[in-house]
């Protein structure tokens, strides 16, 4: 937490309004970020199924969370992800 809150020292909570955490995983950076800026709407992108279904569940019935199932490239197509164990 000592990290973010250093990193976003000097912006002012109410004036953050949305959030896009990419390759958000199980939604640490998501949970901090909500901590720091509790105003804000967080919108996760997270491209493996595993890691999406546990970011779900880190904010059931969270109004200000919002998750995607999907990665993001420079390119526009679909590839597939290799995921070691």
Same mark, same amino acid.
């Given at each position: 937490?000592?990290?973010?809150?250093? =990193? $976003?020292?000097?912006?002012?909570?109410?004036? /953050?309004?949305? +959030?896009?955490?990419?390759? %958000?995983?199980?939604?640490?950076?998501?949970?901090?970020?909500?901590? =720091? $800026?509790?105003?804000?709407?967080?919108?996760? /992108?997270?491209? +493996?199924?595993?890691?999406? %279904?546990?970011?779900?569940?880190?904010?059931?019935?969270?109004?200000?969370?919002?998750?995607?199932?999907?990665?993001?490239?420079?390119?526009?197509?679909?590839?597939?992800?290799?995921?070691?164990?």
């Amino acid at each position: 937490m000592v990290i973010y809150k250093t =990193l $976003f020292k000097d912006i002012e909570k109410n004036k /953050i309004h949305a +959030v896009i955490d990419v390759g %958000a995983n199980v939604g640490y950076a998501s949970k901090m970020i909500h901590y =720091l $800026f509790p105003l804000a709407k967080i919108y996760a /992108i997270e491209p +493996v199924p595993m890691s999406k %279904a546990c970011l779900d569940k880190n904010f059931t019935n969270s109004r200000f969370f919002h998750s995607y199932e999907f990665a993001l490239s420079d390119k526009q197509g679909r590839v597939k992800m290799n995921i070691a164990e």
